[in-house]
């Protein structure tokens, strides 16, 4: 079955960096578009974004143009969100996504940006 298991979130000053990953199995992953999603407490969740099958990616949030950057490691079924320059208001828990059949969603990593 479809898994998708985040890891890396944790507590980050603002100016500050984490890196988040997403191991995935159960289905081609080399095959499938990755996403990256956020839902910051009291708002609905929104894509931040995506990483095509080769590599490509596409900041979706215009607030993350420039500071965040999604890639993938085919080889080991790894999709990855490097975040720099973090904000307050970058605070959430973050959710790898798959389409597959359905949407499959991992449990969430949660990011706290605070002084």
């Known amino acids: 079955q479809v898994q998708l298991v985040e890891s890396g979130g944790g507590l980050a000053q603002p100016g500050g960096s984490l890196r988040l990953s997403c191991a995935a199995s159960?289905?081609?992953?080399?095959?499938?578009?990755m996403y990256w999603y956020r839902q910051a407490p009291g708002k609905e969740r929104e894509l931040v974004a995506m990483?095509?099958?080769?590599?490509?990616?596409?900041h979706v949030a215009d607030s993350v143009k420039g500071r965040f950057t999604a890639s993938r490691d085919n080889a080991k079924n790894t999709v990855y969100l490097e975040m720099r320059s973090l904000h307050y208001e970058d605070t959430a828990v973050y959710y790898c996504?798959?389409?597959?059949?359905?949407?499959?969603w991992g449990q969430g990593t949660q990011v706290t940006v605070s002084s």
């Open positions: 996504n798959v389409k597959v059949d359905r949407p499959y």
């Open positions: 159960g289905f081609d992953f080399s095959s499938n578009t």
């Open positions: 990483v095509l099958t080769q590599g490509g990616f596409t």
